[in-house]
C-alpha cells in the first residue's frame, strides 16, 4: 500500500487540532487510530468506507464516521472511500446491486424507470425494496471485503519485502566489512 501517497492526504494530528469545528466533538476525535495510518486502521478503513457506499441512505458520510470511531480505524480513508457511490456512478451500482438480490431472492428483475418524485418512490421503490436491499447488503460486504483483505494482503507484501531487502543489505554491510578486515 503506498503509505506516504495516503499519509500525504490525511492531515497530522497538529492540523487536526487546529480545526476549531472538530471541538465541539470531544477528545474522542482525537484518538490515535482515527488518523494514523497502520495495516489495521487502513484496512479496516476500507472495509468500512467500501461498505457504507453501499447503503442506499443520505449521509453515507455520517455513517461512515461512526463506524470508523467505533471500530478505531482511519476516519479520513473511511469517509472518503464513501464517494466511490457519488451522483454519477450510483445509479449503475445500485442497479447492479439491485439485480444481485434479485437474483438471489430468485424474482424477476422489473423494467424500472427512475423519476424522482415521492410517487416514484411510494410505488416503485415498495416493489423493489427486498431484492435491492438484500443486494446492496451483498454488495457492500463483498466490496468491503476485497478491500480489507486487499489493503492488508498488499500492506503485509510490501513490510516483508522490506524486511528481506533490509536484511540482503545488512548481509552485503557484514560481507564488505568482513572482507575489508581480511584484507588488513
Not at 418524485?117 to 423493489?128: A, E, R, Y
Not at 507484501?157 to 566489512?177: C, G, I, L, S, T
Amino acid at each position: 500500500m503506498p503509505k506516504k501517497t495516503l499519509r500525504s492526504l490525511i492531515p497530522t494530528p497538529a492540523r487536526i487540532r487546529e480545526i476549531k469545528s472538530l471541538r465541539i466533538l470531544g477528545e474522542w476525535v482525537y484518538a490515535s487510530n482515527l488518523w494514523h495510518l497502520n495495516r489495521y486502521s487502513a484496512s479496516m478503513a476500507f472495509f468500512v468506507g467500501l461498505f457504507v457506499a453501499f447503503v442506499p441512505i443520505p449521509s453515507q458520510m455520517v455513517l461512515a464516521a461512526v463506524l470508523a470511531v467505533l471500530l478505531r480505524c482511519n476516519l479520513p480513508l473511511s469517509v472518503a472511500l464513501v464517494w466511490v457511490t457519488n451522483p454519477v456512478t450510483m445509479p449503475a451500482i445500485f442497479f447492479m446491486a439491485y439485480k444481485v438480490g434479485a437474483l438471489i431472492i430468485d424474482v424477476p428483475v422489473q423494467d424500472i424507470e427512475f423519476e424522482l418524485s415521492v410517487h416514484w418512490f411510494t410505488h416503485q421503490l415498495t416493489l423493489i425494496w427486498r431484492p435491492f436491499l438484500l443486494g446492496c447488503l451483498i454488495c457492500g460486504l463483498f466490496c468491503g471485503s476485497v478491500g480489507y483483505f486487499s489493503v492488508s494482503m498488499a500492506w503485509r507484501y510490501r513490510v516483508v519485502r522490506h524486511w528481506k531487502e533490509r536484511k540482503r543489505r545488512r548481509a552485503e554491510r557484514q560481507r564488505a566489512a568482513a572482507t575489508d578486515n581480511i584484507g588488513d
